[in-house]
């Protein structure tokens, strides 16, 4: 096998394993703040709840910037593998936690050492051929998907099984052993040298170079968009499942099984519209995508039935699907030789930005105009960043100081 396919191979369980360890405490943080933690009044545990899983993305949020200005400096590798250590580390100490504080800090130290993903992306693109660009970042970013769908029924069923404190040893081990394969099975060319020589840029500096790019810019805002669109409506569906079934049995299967169609459907799609995007370039996969999920928002706020939410749902994540893998391999083809890793670091930023701001604005904008406005809402919005994405990037195609 060649050693890009090793690569990917290794670093798409990695991300499936990142990813899914975020999530599988969903199903069971509550019930671990109250039987394990102590707490006993309801509002005071969603509180809690709500601030616990928040913390991982904010912190995140502001320290992965820093870790790619490092990836750069120092290599893609060793920067996956701080992550990867650290963060099993971290897993295996939230099992000891002895208060919702302690969980909170533990939560906030696991975004802070963060930065798997954005590595993982960044040491992929250094190391396919540019051919395969469209192919390698669809079939990874999968991995990522199919961790954060398949995260909340593990960390459910492996609750009932297990209880809640071995499930974080669990998945430290398994986080451990994903960096132990990856230390022995992937590998990078990095000039240390080369990469010492040039001139070191503050974290801000290299944040302005790149955002007076246009092409990035706008690849960071469909990131975020992406999230806006996908985490936004989540809290607010098993409300609009109620409104459109009434008080019919399964509610909170209907809930789930309509909260993760568009996972499901992207994460197929996503090394599919890769491959297409290969041929016929990213920049088309992109705007076709952007496009196709507009749409597809409105027909969600004027749903009579929970099948046909289900069903615009499931279609819209292969529109999705296309976003995620075009914008990686574009964010590579637009970046100034060097800064790769920044870059990436930045995008995934954006993307924590919107897992932090999607549940907030989607609650206000549903107490404003009701939920079928937050569909609406992000309709406009997409389509506003299809314009975006069509001006700075199909028209401006070559201009690129990156090589774009």
Do not use: C
Not at 268 to 297: H, K, N, T
């Amino acid at each position: 096998m060649e050693q890009w396919k090793k690569n990917l191979a290794v670093l798409w369980v990695g991300q499936f394993l990142v990813m899914a360890g975020m999530t599988m405490i969903i199903p069971f943080l509550s019930l671990y703040l109250q039987s394990d933690l102590g707490l006993t009044d309801a509002h005071e545990t969603a509180t809690w709840a709500g601030i616990i899983f928040a913390g991982n993305f904010v912190t995140s949020f502001l320290f992965q910037p820093l870790w790619g200005k490092l990836s750069d400096r120092y290599g893609r590798k060793m920067m996956l593998l701080r992550s990867g250590f650290g963060m099993a580390i971290v897993m295996v100490l939230m099992g000891f936690a002895q208060n919702p504080w302690h969980l909170l800090l533990l939560r906030m130290v696991n975004g802070t050492i963060s930065g798997f993903n954005p590595a993982s992306v960044s040491l992929v693109s250094a190391t396919t051929p540019k051919e395969k660009m469209g192919f390698a970042m669809g079939t990874l970013q999968s991995g990522g998907i199919a961790g954060t769908i398949l995260g909340p029924f593990i960390g459910g069923l492996m609750a009932d099984a297990i209880g809640f404190r071995p499930i974080f040893y669990v998945t430290g081990l398994l986080l451990f052993l994903a960096s132990m394969l990856a230390m022995f099975v992937v590998k990078e060319s990095f000039d240390r040298t080369k990469a010492a020589a040039k001139p070191n840029i503050s974290v801000m500096a290299g944040f302005r170079k790149l955002g007076r790019i246009p092409q990035l810019a706008s690849l960071f805002a469909v990131t975020f968009l992406i999230q806006f669109a996908m985490i936004g409506p989540m809290p607010l569906m098993p409300l609009y499942v109620q409104e459109l079934q009434g008080t019919a049995v399964n509610l909170a299967f209907w809930s789930g099984l309509v909260g993760s169609a568009t996972g499901l459907s992207n994460m197929v799609a996503s090394p599919l519209l890769g491959r297409l995007s290969d041929r016929i370039g990213q920049e088309r996969v992109l705007g076709v995508s952007l496009v196709g999920a507009a749409l597809l928002f409105v027909p969600q706020a004027f749903a009579s039935t929970v099948w046909q939410l289900l069903a615009l749902r499931f279609v819209q994540g292969m529109f999705l699907g296309g976003l995620i893998p075009s914008v990686n391999a574009l964010i590579r083809k637009h970046t100034p030789d060097g800064m790769e890793s920044r870059s990436f670091s930045l995008n995934s930023s954006t993307l924590s930005l919107g897992n932090m701001i999607g549940p907030v604005a989607g609650g206000l904008i549903s107490g404003w105009i009701g939920i079928e406005g937050v569909f609406i809402v992000s309709a406009v919005l997409f389509a506003v960043n299809a314009a975006w994405v069509r001006w700075s990037l199909i028209r401006r195609t070559g201009s690129a100081p990156g090589g774009g």
